[in-house]
């Protein structure tokens, strides 16, 4: 009897469909593949992943094709108001549950596979750019595996209305655990923006692996919105890295909103590469039962005048554990740096708990920079300050984790889903009140 | 015919920890009355207010308070507040993430229910706020706000004046809320107060300086000294005070002679 495949096993020498692969595509894959067998799965060993154990990822069985589907009705809750959507089911775009709609001029977002086959030399030099290998196991094993993902090219100048929003759906029926690796690409050109949308989801309490990488490619003046929503199954697994390189003057404002999965593991990060260049990084995660959820977040200032804002926000409940890692860099030539970063963490029981870290290098001398972690309870005086208006005890106590998450939340700009993780956090949080009336 | 009483509070101990800050308070506030309560820093003003609105680290050690013919001190603070009981904080606590609009909504609705009503819809309650926005005169972008966050000081002073004129309490506390005020913002809160002067209702005035009392005329001056009301009198006690200072009623001994007068 042989064993089911593991992630351990990596992947195998010729992945589908590589054989109508172009060359470089099919180097890029080797060289994934080569560094995740050099690399292997990191252990708690590793200082990044001290408080986060990856093992059980890989003792999953894994089935080598998922035996489900999702009908598109299992979708529609999940389908976001937006200039295009786009759905992957198990790591495969799905044209047929997607919505396309006709792109300005100079816009461009398809299916990374779709973009391959059409222009097979054009991605080439850009794939894998962004996202280094050395040291990033997962990132690794996603650049040998991934089957697909969303390429969104920008040309000069332009803007994107609304957002686009990239769906990747897993399931698995209840059987066998399966492995997607989903991949991004954002390429935006100088002076363009962009607001991208990326949730991972799942269904029924399945059990399944996903492992993504996004990466994204601001040119000067660009300005591109990254949110990114988890709400996979209770049962699974999500490793992710999103990981930019910033241009002169450029912005990345970057939410990522992390509810579900047993075990989840986001790094972003972000090379501050030129003059003026901002970014603001924004997280919350809401974790309880026995949920794992571990944020790592790097800022690299390496040029002159160039802002970075963090505002990282947890909530957990039961026994749920929490990690936020918050690593900043200013390098020596890094003058007039501006850094501020913030980790905040609510204990709501007693078993919950949180390991929280700044890592601050700074070589030059001309910068401000902060940061400010903490982990606590509720606040008992605003508590009080309710209470002392007439709202009854419970309902202040839910209204303050409420506030408490809204602050992230109000802080995205894509409308439709700022209110739909408005209603998600109502209903988690209040679940007898009606979100209308908190606008 | 003396009018209803609202409040009677009958030798009111109350301790912080080992230490009794309140030693033996009596006061009585009828309908329709403004009663200022005036005295140094560390008097025990403040613990007095929030005795009343029912903070918790305060622990009653002796006295009653009777609100309406009910035990205030039985009473939870959401209770004290439906029942008509509202607080101006010296320091109001700042809510990020929930927005003005929502709490004060809440709030309101809340003391409706405990009183019977219907809840208020968005649409009548915007404009209830509006309406009670213009006499503060607050701006639209502060009320759409999370609660106090980054308000300025006099902001914040100007959010409980709008909250207190929006849930329209029976009996109204200021605890300080007219220090480091400017003169606008002063007569914001006496505009405040002064809309809630009638029959119906009654207001503390908590002050450490006699200035609020220039644009609000106050039916009684009490003087708090060391836990205990030394000395209580009409309008002109206030002058008084202003000129002279606190320094006469501070020595127990003094304080003791001021009380037998």
């Not at chain 1, 059987?175 to 997607?180: L, N, R, V, Y």
Request: aromatic share 6%; charged share 25%.
């Amino acid at each position: 009897m042989s064993a089911a495949p593991s992630v351990l096993d990596g992947p195998p020498e010729v992945v589908g469909g590589a054989d109508h692969e172009p060359r470089w595509l099919a180097d890029v894959r080797q060289r994934g593949r080569a560094a995740f067998r050099e690399l292997g799965l990191p252990t708690t060993r590793h200082e990044d992943w001290k408080y986060t154990d990856v093992s059980p990822i890989a003792e999953l069985p894994l089935a080598e094709t998922a035996g489900a589907d999702v009908a598109r009705d299992r979708l529609r809750p999940f389908h976001l108001e937006s200039a295009l959507e786009l759905v992957f089911v198990n790591g495969k775009w799905r044209e047929d549950l997607s919505t396309l709609r006709p792109l300005p001029n100079g816009v461009h977002a398809k299916s990374l596979a779709v973009a391959v086959a059409e222009a097979p030399s054009a991605l080439e030099s850009e794939l894998g750019s962004v996202a280094a290998l050395e040291g990033h196991a997962f990132t690794a094993l996603n650049t040998a595996s991934f089957a697909d993902g969303a390429v969104v090219v920008l040309d000069d100048g332009a803007v994107v209305p609304g957002a686009i929003h990239l769906l990747f759906v897993s399931v698995t029926g209840g059987g066998a655990p399966i492995a997607s690796h989903p991949r991004v690409l954002i390429l935006a050109g100088p002076e363009s923006r962009a607001a991208i949308v990326e949730t991972h989801l799942g269904f029924d309490g399945d059990t399944y692996f996903t492992n993504a990488v996004t990466e994204i490619r601001l040119e000067e003046g660009a300005t591109v919105e990254h949110y990114r929503l988890q709400v996979e199954t209770p049962e699974a697994f999500h490793v992710a890295r999103v990981v930019a390189r910033q241009g002169a003057r450029s912005k990345l404002l970057s939410s990522s909103v992390s509810l579900g999965a047993k075990l989840a593991r986001i790094d972003v990060e972000t090379t501050l590469a030129a003059e003026d260049a901002e970014c603001v990084l924004d997280g919350l995660y809401l974790a309880a039962g026995r949920q794992h959820v571990d944020h790592h977040t790097a800022i690299d200032h390496r040029q002159p005048r160039c802002r970075s804002r963090e505002l990282y926000k947890g909530i957990l409940d039961g026994r749920a554990s929490g990690v936020f890692n918050g690593k900043v860099w200013i390098r020596l030539d890094a003058q007039q740096s501006d850094a501020h970063q913030v980790n905040r963490n609510l204990l709501l029981s007693d078993d919950a708990e949180v390991d929280t870290k700044p890592e601050l290098e700074i070589l030059a001398d001309d910068v401000r920079c902060s940061h400010g972690a903490t982990v606590g309870q509720l606040d008992e005086d605003a508590v009080y300050y309710l209470r002392s208006r007439g709202i009854g005890e419970r309902s202040a106590r839910d209204l303050l984790v409420y506030g408490f998450a809204n602050e992230v939340v109000n802080r995205i700009r894509v409308e439709p889903l700022r209110v739909r993780l408005e209603e998600m956090l109502w209903n988690r949080f209040r679940d007898d009140a009606d979100p209308e009336e908190a606008r | 015919m003396a009018r209803d009483v609202i409040l009677e509070v009958r030798g009111l101990h109350a301790t912080v920890g080992e230490k009794e800050i309140l030693r033996g308070v009596d006061l009585v506030v009828r309908e329709g009355e403004i009663h200022a309560i005036m005295g140094p820093n560390g008097s025990g003003k403040s613990t007095l207010a929030h005795v009343l609105a029912g903070r918790e680290p305060y622990t009653v050690t002796g006295g009653e308070v009777r609100y309406r013919g009910k035990d205030l001190l039985a009473m939870p603070p959401e209770d004290r507040a439906r029942e008509g009981v509202f607080l101006a904080f010296q320091y109001p606590v700042e809510i990020p993430g929930v927005s003005n609009t929502y709490f004060l909504r809440s709030a309101l609705n809340a003391i409706r229910k405990h009183q019977g009503l219907d809840p208020m819809d968005a649409m009548d309650f915007l404009k209830l706020l509006k309406d009670k926005m213009k006499f503060v005169d607050m701006d639209q972008a502060l009320v759409n706000r999370s609660v106090n966050e980054g308000f300025s000081g006099g902001e914040k002073k100007r959010n409980e004046i709008l909250q207190m004129a929006v849930l329209d309490p029976t009996l109204a506390i200021l605890d300080e809320t007219d220090s480091g005020l400017d003169i606008d913002a002063l007569r914001v809160v006496a505009s405040g107060v002064n809309q809630l002067r009638d029959e119906e209702h009654a207001v503390i005035v908590v002050t450490h300086y006699q200035r609020l009392l220039n644009y609000l005329v106050p039916d009684s001056v009490h003087v708090l000294v060391e836990g205990r009301i030394v000395r209580s009198g009409g309008k002109g006690l206030a002058l008084e005070l202003e000129e002279k200072g606190y320094a006469e009623f501070e020595r127990p001994e003094r304080a003791a002679e001021a009380r037998a007068s």
